[in-house]
C-alpha cells in the first residue's frame, strides 16, 4: 500500500487542477506525465489531481494536490466545474494505472475542477509523488490525456474565457506597462479568435480602467508604441465594465 493510501483519502471524490499559462509562445498547459504500471514504454499525460482527504475541504484540498504533484503554490484556484461520469475510467491503461496506486481502484469517482491563469516564468514546476515529470505543454500540442482530462481541460478553458469577458484576469499576465498590441495578443490568444485591430482600437479607447501613459516603447526595431496600464480603482468605479474586445 502506497503511503497516500494511509492518509484518510476519500475513495469518491478528487480534484483536478487546470494551470494555464501565457508567455510569448502563446497558451500553455502544466501537465504531469505518470509512470506506466507495467513500466512500458510510452508517455501517459495527465492533469495534476488526485483524491481528497477526509479532513480538508476542496480548496484546500486543490492547492495541496498540485502542490505534491507539481511543486507550485499559492496559487489563486477558480472551482468551475464537476464531473461524475461513470465512464470517466475507460482505458485499460488507465484502470491498471488506479490498480497500482489505489485502495479502491474500481470506485466511482467524481472530480472538481479547479484553474487558474499564471506567467510560467514565475513559477519553476517540478514532479513528486506519483508525477514523474511537469511541463508546461503549448494548448494546441496537448496530447490524449488520461481519463476524461481533455474534457476537463476544455471546461476549463471555456469557464477561463467567460471570466475574461467579465473581469481583469487577463491584465496580471500583462507587463505593469504594456501596448495595445500586447494587450490584443493576449485576448486573442487566450479566447482563440482573431480581433479586428479597428475595432479592438475603438473599444479601449472608451475604457477609462485603461490609462494612456505619457511614454513609449524602448529599445525596439520598429515605432515605439504608446505604454498603458491597467488602474484598478478606475475599473472599481467601472459599473459597466467589459473586456469582450472581440
Known amino acids: 500500500m502506497s503511503e497516500s493510501q494511509n492518509l484518510g483519502l476519500n ?16 497558451l500553455k498547459v502544466l501537465l504531469i506525465e505518470r509512470d506506466n504500471p507495467d513500466n512500458t514504454e510510452g508517455k ?20 495541496r494536490v498540485l502542490k505534491e504533484l507539481t511543486n507550485i503554490d499559492n496559487l489563486f484556484l477558480q472551482q468551475f466545474a464537476a464531473f461524475g461520469n461513470p465512464l470517466r475510467v475507460k482505458r485499460e ?7 497500482s496506486i489505489r485502495k479502491d481502484p474500481d470506485a466511482r469517482v467524481v472530480t472538481i475542477g479547479y484553474y487558474a491563469l499564471i506567467k ?69 490568444t487566450v479566447m482563440g479568435v482573431e480581433i479586428d485591430k479597428r ?16 511614454e513609449k516603447q524602448k529599445g525596439v526595431a520598429h515605432k515605439p ?3 498603458y496600464r491597467f488602474s484598478n480603482n478606475n475599473y472599481k468605479d467601472s459599473f459597466s465594465a467589459t473586456f469582450d474586445f472581440a
Open 11 to 26: 475513495p469518491n471524490v478528487s480534484v483536478d487542477c487546470v494551470v494555464f499559462g501565457f508567455d510569448k509562445a502563446g
Open 44 to 63: 501517459n499525460y495527465q492533469l495534476p489531481g488526485d483524491l481528497i482527504r477526509n479532513d480538508e475541504d476542496l480548496d484546500e484540498a486543490a492547492n
Open 93 to 99: 491503461n488507465d484502470l491498471e494505472w488506479l490498480r
Open 120 to 188: 510560467p516564468e514565475d513559477f519553476a514546476p517540478s514532479a513528486s509523488s506519483f508525477a514523474r515529470k511537469a511541463e508546461w505543454v503549448r494548448y494546441e500540442d496537448v496530447p490524449e490525456l488520461a481519463f476524461d482530462h481533455n474534457l476537463i481541460l476544455e471546461s476549463g478553458l471555456a469557464s477561463l474565457k467567460q471570466k475574461m469577458r467579465s473581469e481583469p484576469v487577463g491584465f496580471e499576465l500583462l507587463p505593469a506597462k504594456f501596448t495595445l498590441r500586447q494587450l490584443q495578443n493576449l485576448y486573442e
Open 199 to 214: 475595432n479592438f482600437r475603438r473599444k479601449v479607447q472608451g475604457m477609462k480602467f485603461l490609462v494612456a501613459l505619457d
Open 225 to 227: 508604441a504608446q505604454l
